[in-house]
């Protein structure tokens, strides 16, 4: 009865809690535990292979220590005030230490009660232990601090909860001595997890994390996940006792856009872009994705999920799916955990996910927050999200707002060649983080690592919505910079724009198709002033349409609004947002491919392309 209370059969049998990830196998005995440590004895864990992994027992004297020394790691910090994870539930001061014996064990399983003297000496080789990792590694800040960094605080709109179980409160329970050795020795026995969880506490306990928020200005030569990343992220996931959000925060960096100065961000748009637009915006760069959210999970439902797994195009592309994980670890778009963690990290929700493979495409993960198990199942998308609570859509008029703008300068430039243009963001949904509140709500596991996304995933029914804000700022600025008087910024992005092939000028025989103005369409002078270029962009795909003198100045605004919102490239921090594909392979012509079409503003014609070459359309505004 026992073991089934704590170990539910649905773990016992499922395929990942039945032995421990094999890369992750750490020998307890690799870090000293004396008082005398020194900082060679401070060394990296040693990997064993799951042959030499035992079921440890602590019947004799060194795991003994191992698990009296428990008390001596770090101080325990976690910002949840539920009674499994109050901070003052915790504490291995006796009164306290009673609070839990009150909440959790009956009387007749209560460990004895230990001397002043015990606590006393326990707590002077804590300092001491204390003062010789902070002179090594430094002091990691805490759950609480790290919730003052500028994006992501936590918020009342934000929360997602699922049902505590004994695995979610084991850890505070190893980390607090809670148990007897007696107690510990029989939990140890329960499952195999347990143990290994137990000891990698005790070995990842001086596992140096640090570089987890730094830049690494090597990113972009990754081939894979290094096995020493995978121990940072680890050790960091113990050290904040499962709390994700934690990890997400003391990262920092780009997994949340540390290096946008939301600040002057907000003074660059100031009388350019709408005051609403402009709250989008800084609620995404600030508080994260979605806007709102606070759900619950049943256990039930957790199961159920994580039992399904992904859909078929991810277990039968493994090593299609690895090397888009590469991708996306290489960019901070994720943090990857083995996938046992997945018994012990609470407030979590899987998803499926499927790959999509098109060829001359790169390869693309799609989050499935829409499928269900079955009738009663909660999913992100059907239960927990909502496109009410979201900012609204606009990019849906953007090819109508787009053929416009060929139609109007067609009719103020009738013997002028009308060139076409777009660019591309390059993983735009994901520059827009999720409140790491609620980020492990929005996980999956791929090739047994879990992964927990801290920028919005593709199939979300929110990311659209998050990241429609940014793109329509980005047109109001555009449009604002179009203007001759930041001539400037042709020189300051001369080294993109240089890499634009343009097509041929029109020959004297080349004839135009006429446009005719009417009671909504007069040209693109106001005034006898030409407007400054109108940009539109469908989701993170800006159209452009203007005459050959005017085009380099539309091409550098654009991409000079990119930067202004998204931060200044800095190749060897992060990746560019500005997707440069098109400027290597696209050309700036009269006809393009745009949004799906074939347009012409020679002949004013809109055409399927090749799969349907019959089908042609003449360009006309109503």
Known sequence: MIYSAICPQDFISSKIFQSPTTNLLCSPTSVCLSDNNNKSSLSKPKILSSASQQIPSINNTSDKKLYNTLSLSPKINSSHKSIAFHNSSLSSSPNKHKYLQSTILPSSQKPKATSSHTFTQQSLASKQLKSKLHSYYGEYPSSSRLTLHKFGRPSKNHSFTTDVVFDHILIFLFKSRFFTSSECKNVLEIHPLYSHLFHLIKTLRTYDFRPLSKIDPTYSTRTSISMDRKMQFTAALLHYNFHAAS?????????TNM????SQLRKTLHNIVPPNIITYVLKALT?????????????????????????NTITNNPALVAKALVKEDTYN????????????????????????VKPGKTDRLVFDATFKIHHSSSSLNTTWTHVKDEPPIWYGTAFRRHLTRIWNLRMSFPLEEILLWDDDVSGAFRLVKYNPE???????????????????????NTSAQNWEGIARAR????????NTNFS????KHKSILSLIKFSSPPTKTIKFSKAFPDSHHQGVYTDNVIQNTPHNTFVDDNCIAEIRPRMPQAMAASVESLFAILGQPDILSRRSPLSMDKYYQAECSYTKKQLGYLINTRLMTVTFPNEMPYARIRIRVN
């Open 333 to 356: 778009f994720f943090l990857p955990f083995p996938s046992w963690v997945v018994r012990f990290l609470y407030h979590l929700h899987l998803s499926p996910e499927g790959l999509v």
């Open 438 to 460: 609620i980020a492990a709500a929005f996980s999956a596991i791929l090739n047994n690592i879990l992964c927990v996304p801290v920028g919005q995933n593709f199939g979300g």
């Open 475 to 482: 047109e109001y600025l555009a449009q604002h910079f179009s």
């Open 287 to 311: 508080i994260g994705a979605p806007s709102f959210i606070n759900g619950h999970s049943s256990r039930e439902n957790f199961l159920d999920y994580y039992h399904y797994g992904n859909h």
């Open 247 to 255: 990890v997400i925060r003391f990262c920092g960096n780009n997994y």
């Open 259 to 262: 290096h946008i100065d939301t």
């Open 488 to 491: 400037f910024l042709l020189k």
